[in-house]
């Protein structure tokens, strides 16, 4: 009798330390993942290990920092990047690109982003994607900031679409799809609530851009426009140094108030009684319908 005691106490201290040596081994998952594959405690220091990326990529759950350095991340079937972290940093270093071949190459649920470093990030996303919401480089539902860095993006309908935007001291071009039959479709398009915010920075092409502010939901959205009235899918480049509206130059002493062409040639007239077109208007752009 106390033979069987003895046993069934050894074996229940044994299922004991096993569960405890079980959970002392098990990863932390973090809210983050990278080709599909969730970012663990595991596979945090060497992200290659993921199917799909190469080169330098860790994660630092502390720090909430993506670093990437001479990084490629590349998705066949899902998101390249499909953050829920709060506050992640994507810090980069070299030439490196997230792609995505049948979804977005960044989506962030509803948290704040950082893209910073010395280094260059190119965003494809998919072009070929059946559900057009897939088809952009990145489908922002937070903030992102783009800081000190140098991004290239590009998707089959947006390159940068939704959310809040701000740029900071940054160089980027990103672009849209004139094929797409989206009535979302723009380079940087769907913008929430207010226009993007630009620190030491500006659009600088193409010329005669301004923000179009669209109603939809009860909501007020915002595209970028061309000089010929429409949605810009082309190429857009945000310049760092750059204040998007040049010094006005005449022949003349250039004066404080009045109204410009685009090309510096001072208008004499009201602004209601000229032609529908892109003005500078006491230092401002202001469109004329």
Not at 72 to 80: D, L, P
Not at 252 to 281: C, F, H, Q, W
Request: aromatic share 10%; proline share 1%.
């Amino acid at each position: 009798m106390k033979n069987d005691l003895y046993k069934s106490m050894c074996a229940a201290f044994a299922v004991l330390f096993v569960s405890m040596a079980q959970q002392g081994m098990a990863q932390d998952t973090y809210n983050i993942k990278i080709a599909g594959v969730s970012v663990t405690s595991e596979n945090c220091n060497n992200l290659s290990v993921i199917k799909g990326v190469t080169g330098k990529a860790k994660y630092d759950n502390d720090s909430k920092t993506l670093t990437l350095d001479g990084a490629t991340i590349h998705a066949t079937s899902t998101h390249g990047i499909e953050n829920r972290v709060d506050g992640l940093i994507i810090r980069v270093s070299n030439e490196s690109s997230i792609v995505s071949d049948k979804q977005t190459s960044i989506w962030n649920m509803d948290k704040e982003i950082r893209i910073s470093g010395d280094g260059k990030l190119t965003l494809t996303g998919s072009s070929t994607a059946s559900d057009d919401k897939y088809n952009k480089a990145v489908f922002n539902q937070g903030t992102i900031t783009i800081s000190n860095c140098s991004v290239e993006a590009s998707g089959g309908s947006n390159g940068f679409y939704g959310g809040y935007w701000i740029f900071d001291n940054c160089n980027v071009r990103v672009k849209g799809g004139s094929n797409s039959n989206s009535t979302h479709k723009g380079s940087i398009a769907w913008v929430w609530d207010k226009e993007p915010t630009f620190t030491d920075c500006a659009i600088t092409s193409p010329t005669g851009t301004y923000w179009e502010e669209v109603e939809e939901y009860e909501y007020p959205y915002f595209y970028l426009y061309g000089a010929n009235r429409d949605v810009v899918t082309d190429w857009v480049v945000i310049t760092k140094g750059s204040t998007g509206i040049k010094s006005v130059a005449t022949n003349s002493k250039t004066k404080k108030y009045g109204i410009y062409t685009l090309d510096g040639s001072r208008v004499n007239n009201k602004i209601e009684n000229l032609p529908a077109g892109m003005y500078i208007v006491n230092g401002q752009k202001i469109l004329k319908k």
